[in-house]
């Protein structure tokens, strides 16, 4: 009878430590899986879209506006280095609509084009030609260099301006933003140089009232590249 009863009691707890090890297999699994979920969650935090860029792949496109005669010969040269940036993010976006939108304004009209082919010849054709340079790529800023050729029968004027953009945001960046310093204080500093400059390379070329001009310039008139 106690034999029995042994034997009896040994199987319960056979079962017992089986039933045991199955919840605890069972319980394994579902750690395993929160953990596998809290690994997709650290990973969505640091998905590359959420990352700082630091610079931009980029491509510079020349898109020709000239004006030709019936022959196909040029009359009047007019071309715009255009920048395009690699993406379709919203500030990769916002970046290449704003340098599209410079192309645009500084392509001829069709209308001006007409009047200043009437006295252009092929052997002299007229200019108005915008190339493109990519001066800084880095730390979160792309900048452009722009140079201008500009010759309609006169004087031929060659002319710099620049464009800076922030890769992150897609906006345009203002000289406070890249240097940290104000805008009152920046906007004097930059006075001061530019009439040291002048004065001290270009004073015989200065005008009677070149002071006063650069005294009215205010910080968004200042053109960098």
Not at 74 to 91: A, H, R, T
Not at 150 to 160: D, F, K, L
Not at 200 to 216: I, M, P, S, V
């Amino acid at each position: 009878m106690k034999k029995l009863l042994l034997s009896i009691t040994a199987l319960f707890l056979t079962l017992s430590l089986c039933a045991c090890s199955e919840i605890d297999t069972t319980q394994t699994d579902d750690y395993s899986s929160f953990y596998n979920k809290s690994s997709d969650i650290q990973a969505m935090e640091e998905s590359p879209e959420d990352k700082k860029i630091e610079s931009a792949e980029y491509k510079i496109s020349r898109q020709d506006n000239s004006y030709r005669n019936q022959s196909g010969e040029i009359l009047i040269e007019n071309y715009y280095d255009q920048v395009i940036l690699k993406g379709d993010s919203k500030n990769i976006s916002l970046i290449n609509s704003a340098i599209s939108d410079d192309m645009h304004k500084n392509f001829l009209e069709p209308e001006d084009m007409q009047n200043y082919a009437q006295h252009a010849t092929p052997e002299f054709a007229y200019m108005s030609n915008y190339t493109a340079e990519v001066t800084h790529n880095a730390n979160g800023y792309i900048s452009i260099k722009m140079f201008t050729e500009w010759y309609m029968g006169g004087v031929h004027n060659s002319i710099w301006y620049g464009m800076t953009f922030n890769l992150n945001t897609g906006s345009s960046a203002t000289l406070t933003e890249l240097t940290g310093i104000d805008s009152k204080t920046l906007e004097s500093q930059l006075k001061e140089k530019t009439w040291h400059y002048l004065t001290n390379e270009r004073g015989d070329e200065l005008f009677a009232e070149a002071y006063d001009t650069l005294q009215d310039y205010t910080l968004d008139k200042f053109n960098f590249s």
